[in-house]
């Protein structure tokens, strides 16, 4: 029996996780999707095989269709749905942010808490790209020695015409922030943002660099340029005592032609993470099935949405601004 899984939102994001979990994804079946947009949500219900489609969300997430729900709608929408998913019990992988503010991650830790077993994941997918897995790995393994500084990249070919330049940190940003302490397995303890010349292709503050104080003082150092132009283009590359380890592009093919040798860029983030889109969702279902959570917990979500507040708070200042977490709860051990 396939695990029934309930999609809230059919936007870029939510359409793509119906199709891979109808289409791509073994174990698992779309049974129901809503959309405050009513044909929107038939569009995307109509890909995934006799799914229904909702207006309601939470009556998609109280129908007995559903064993299961991906919320992928307005961040700001986010804690109120995933709460509304523990107070059924049923299990929620959220897109990321988990929330846009601290206090809604608190309440939805608490709820989890009080619950006493994790349902709770986040969709930070680069936990499942082979490259970032691959620089973990090597660098647990050893023999590179310590890790010592992170360099990324992070550069979107245009923002939306609604993005602030807070958005570039709790949008963007927080990917870096996730993917730094998974790989690293250290916290984040100060973020400074420093603002260089912005592009005259925006309205907003774009580039900006993010820097990152971990704990043994090992440094990341982010660039998030959202209105790059060219293509979707995330680097990362992790300076350790005896040698370094990138990620390196991930095209298909390099082409030689009149003289020159080139690749191509993806137009976005989900061909980029392709693998690692469905890597998550395969792993979400299988959990699920056996009972063991996998990827992002409320706790990292709430990490990432904490160290983006403090980055925030220094876009503003102009100042490093201290990241203070509460204790780790036991249920994240
Ligand atoms: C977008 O919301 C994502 O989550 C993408 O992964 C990220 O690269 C992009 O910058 C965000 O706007």
Redesign the pocket.
């Known amino acids: 029996m396939s695990t029934k899984v309930g999609v809230i939102g059919a936007g870029i994001m939510g359409a793509e996780h119906a199709r891979l979990l109808s289409l791509v994804v073994s174990g698992a079946q779309v049974t129901a999707v809503s959309d405050p947009d009513p044909d929107r949500a038939a569009q995307t219900a109509a890909t995934c095989r006799n799914a229904h489609p909702f207006a309601n969300p939470l009556d998609l997430i109280r129908d007995k269709s559903v064993d299961a729900v991906l919320v992928a709608s307005p961040d700001q929408t986010h804690a109120a749905l995933v709460l509304a998913c523990l107070e059924v019990e049923k299990p929620v992988l959220c897109e990321?942010p988990l929330a846009p503010s601290v206090d809604e991650c608190l309440k939805i830790i608490a709820r989890e808490q009080a619950l006493g077993h994790r349902l709770v994941s986040v969709g930070y997918m680069r936990r499942f790209d082979p490259g970032y897995l691959e620089m973990k790995r090597r660098l647990d393994e050893g023999e590179l020695g310590a890790a010592l500084v992170m360099h990324c990249i992070?550069r979107?070919v245009t923002s939306s015409p609604f993005a602030t330049a807070s958005m570039l940190i709790s949008?963007?940003a927080v990917?870096e922030i996730d993917v730094a302490r998974f790989v690293l397995g250290r916290e984040v303890q100060r973020v400074t943002v420093v603002t260089p010349r912005k592009t005259s292709l925006a309205a907003i503050q774009d580039p900006q660099i993010v820097f990152l104080e971990m704990e043994d003082r090992v440094v990341v150092e982010a660039e998030i340029f959202?209105n790059a132009q060219y293509g979707y283009d995330v680097r990362a590359e992790l300076v350790c005592e005896r040698g370094t380890i990138s990620l390196t592009p991930p095209h298909d093919v390099t082409v030689t032609h009149a003289a020159r040798e080139s690749f191509s860029f993806p137009g976005d983030?989900r061909a980029r993470?392709a693998h690692a889109y469905r890597a998550e969702l395969q792993a979400w279902v299988d959990g699920l099935r056996s009972g063991v959570s996998t990827g992002a917990s409320a706790w990292d979500g709430y990490v990432a949405t904490a160290v983006a507040e403090a980055g925030v708070k220094s876009l503003a200042s102009g100042q490093p601004e201290e990241v203070k977490l509460m204790a780790r709860p036991s249920l994240y051990a």
């Open positions: 990321k992070h979107n949008g963007s990917h959202v983030w993470f």
